[in-house]
């Protein structure tokens, strides 16, 4: 999917593509562009059978609510084993010797970094899944089937992704946690509340479009953001996303390459997204202004 995702950026920069006739692209092309596209920058002139593969866009809480879930558990396991000396289920620890390899007893990870990030990612997902629920205004939009499992998954394998970045094995006791902490988890814990704080205002701003000021929602339709960091980009939430993965880059003190692996593919996906977006709104509002970027202040 990556991949699918970094084809569609080559093939078509942002802000240049034209409304196209059904036909134009090639088969396979047409499917790999609406297995990528969800929301508004779906295509109309879709194949018919492509519909039966669509959910819709607000089951996006159940990406949220499985994270909320499935990372709590490994925070509480964390903890447990780190805490009370306790080990890791059987289970789980099959699934790590598989998943991490030879990685996981070669870590050079702080244990405090890897709590600390398991803490972020839980209560990044509790934040997301309390704005799904009762924060977002969704219409009809739809997800691709294959985009909804992958999303299901991506969180599962994320988890565990994290616990792979730290030998947990080698737990000494609460004392030494103390120690650990350095200008890494300051920085990194700074932006991660700030990109946070940046994502859920954005998400307010949106949501407002469809409410006023009531709350009570009074229409479906899309309409144009103003006001904070929209007047420098077309999709802050998106940028704020990305923030959030590097501030957990930075709590992980730069020491995780599968991290920094992770941060590129959320960079292809938000940056492919923000553009589809910026293409919507440029195509569908005449006076959008032209001066915004796409996704990165002053960059796309």
């Known amino acids: 999917m990556l991949t699918a995702y970094i084809r569609d950026i080559v093939r078509h920069p942002p802000c240049r593509r034209q409304k196209t006739p059904k036909g134009t692209f ?30 819709p866009k607000r089951w996006f809480w159940h990406f949220y609510a499985v994270s909320v879930v499935w990372n709590g558990l490994l925070l509480v396991l964390s903890l447990h084993l780190k805490l009370q000396n306790q080990s890791y289920p059987q289970w789980l620890t099959y699934f790590l010797s598989f998943l991490c390899g030879m990685q996981w007893n070669e870590s050079q990870v702080p244990q405090l970094s890897t709590l600390l990030v398991q ?4 209560s990044h997902s509790l934040r997301r899944l309390l704005e799904c629920l009762f924060v977002s205004v969704y219409s009809e939009g739809v997800i691709h089937m294959a985009q909804y499992m992958f999303g299901i998954g991506y969180y599962i394998i994320l988890g565990l992704t994290v616990i792979c970045s730290n030998n947990f094995l080698d737990a000494k006791g609460f004392g030494s946690l103390f120690h650990q902490l350095d200008l890494g988890h300051l920085s990194g ?24 000021n009531s709350g009570t929602v009074k229409t479906f339709v899309h309409g144009v953001p103003h006001g904070g960091w929209f007047e420098l980009v077309s999709c802050p939430h998106y940028f704020a996303e990305l923030l959030i993965y590097i501030s957990l880059g930075l709590v992980f003190g730069g020491l995780s390459l599968t991290w920094w692996t992770v941060v590129s593919y959320v960079l292809f996906n938000q940056a492919l997204a923000a553009q589809l977006c910026q293409e919507f709104y440029m195509t569908k509002f005449e006076g959008y202004p032209r001066h915004r970027y796409a996704f990165i202040p002053f960059v796309l």
């Open 26 to 55: 090639p088969v396979t092309d047409r499917r790999q562009r609406d297995l990528i596209r969800y929301g508004k920058t779906k295509q109309c002139n879709r194949d018919y059978w492509l519909h039966k593969l669509d959910v």
């Open 119 to 122: 803490l972020f990612l839980w």
């Open 189 to 212: 814990t700074a932006l991660f509340i700030s990109a946070s704080l940046l994502q859920h205002s954005s998400l307010v701003t949106l949501a407002m479009l469809r409410t006023g």
